[in-house]
C-alpha cells in the first residue's frame, strides 16, 4: 500500500514557475513508476510526464517538453514535477500516481494509488 500526498500547486501568473511535490508513504515506493496526470474540466485526464524506478525519465506530453521536468529523490520518497514557462492552458489540477506494471506506464489504468491532486492556477 502506498499513499501520495501532492504538494506546491498554487496561482502564478503566466511565464512563472511552480514545482509540484508527491509525497509517499509506505513500502517500496522506490519500486514504482511514478507519473503526474492532469484533468481540466470538461476533458479527460491526460498523463503529464512519469519517471521510472531509477530516475529516468520515460515520457512528456508534446505540450510540455521543454517546459517541465519530472525527477525524484528516493531517500525521501518525493517525486517532483518543476514546471517552467507556465502558461493558462497548463490551469488544472494536477495528480501523481504510481504504477507497479514498470512496462505499462502510459496506460492510465496501470497505475495503482493516487494522490487527491493540487490544484496549479496559470493566471493570463
Known amino acids: 500500500q502506498v499513499q501520495l500526498v501532492e504538494s506546491g500547486g498554487g496561482l502564478v501568473q503566466a511565464g512563472g514557475s511552480l514545482r509540484l511535490s508527491c509525497a509517499a508513504s509506505g513500502r517500496a515506493f522506490s519500486s514504482y513508476t511514478v507519473g503526474w496526470f492532469r484533468q481540466a474540466a470538461g476533458k479527460e485526464r491526460e498523463l503529464v510526464t512519469c519517471?521510472?524506478?531509477?530516475?529516468?525519465?520515460?515520457y512528456y506530453a508534446d505540450s510540455v517538453k521543454g517546459r517541465f521536468t519530472i525527477s525524484r529523490d528516493n531517500a525521501k520518497n518525493t517525486v517532483y514535477l518543476q514546471m517552467n514557462s507556465l502558461k493558462h492552458e497548463d490551469t488544472t489540477v494536477y495528480y501523481c500516481?504510481?504504477?507497479?506494471?514498470?512496462?505499462?506506464?502510459?496506460?492510465?489504468?496501470?497505475?495503482?494509488?493516487w494522490g487527491q491532486g493540487t490544484q496549479v492556477t496559470v493566471s493570463s
Open positions: 519517471i521510472n524506478r531509477r530516475g529516468g525519465e520515460l
Open positions: 500516481a504510481a504504477d507497479q506494471s514498470l512496462l505499462r506506464y502510459l496506460e492510465e489504468s496501470a497505475y495503482d494509488y
